[in-house]
């Protein structure tokens, strides 16, 4: 869904994801994972609670309870976007990275540079969607920690074991790099 779509409901868990852009493994190369730990804070500041996760060299999946006196989701990830790219670029310009910076100014279309856009560091739409019942919440959960050893990733043998997930929380009850809430505690 677009972060256009308004997503008004509260009190619910949503599986979230959204991608860097041209699926630049931008998070890997600005060694970019406690600044997502940090945006994960900021969203609980508003009542709601992480309830899971597994960060990607390139994109990010999540699911987190949206509280009655949050903001909207769309403007939380917005903003999150917004401020993350701009320390994404800061590490890249400190890291040199020419290249890479250079692919980011180019992505930036016609009518964003208009707006004086200069990095187009994510793609521009992100995914939500609610989880309406358990059985829906668990295939994304399931989803979200065993995408580190799926399909083309083999970051790691054990899904578990994978340290920018909180799939190991979910297994052995032993909480990660950060601490999430686990859904049975939210329904």
């Not at 900021?42 to 006196?69: C, R, T």
């Amino acid at each position: 869904m677009s972060t256009r779509t308004l997503k008004p409901d509260t009190n619910k868990i949503y599986f979230c994801t959204f991608t860097c852009y041209d699926w630049l493994p931008l998070f890997e190369i600005t060694n970019f994972y406690d600044s997502i730990y940090k945006w994960f804070g900021i969203v609980e500041q508003y009542g709601n609670k992480m309830v899971g996760y597994s960060i990607m060299p390139n994109h990010l999946h999540f699911l987190v309870f949206i509280a009655d006196n949050s903001p909207l989701l769309n403007k939380i990830i917005a903003n999150g976007k917004r401020f993350m790219a701009y320390d994404i670029v800061s590490k890249l310009e400190a890291a040199n990275e020419v290249y890479i910076l250079t692919q980011l100014k180019d992505g930036v279309p016609v009518t964003e540079r208009a707006k004086n856009k200069k990095h187009q560091v994510f793609i521009s739409s992100f995914d939500a969607k609610p989880c309406y019942n358990v059985e829906f919440l668990l295939q994304k959960l399931n989803y979200t920690h065993y995408n580190p050893v799926t399909g083309e990733w083999r970051l790691v043998e054990d899904y578990t074991k994978y340290p920018h997930s909180s799939a190991g929380f979910y297994e052995t009850g032993i909480q990660g790099e950060f601490t999430v809430t686990h859904y049975k505690d939210l329904l």
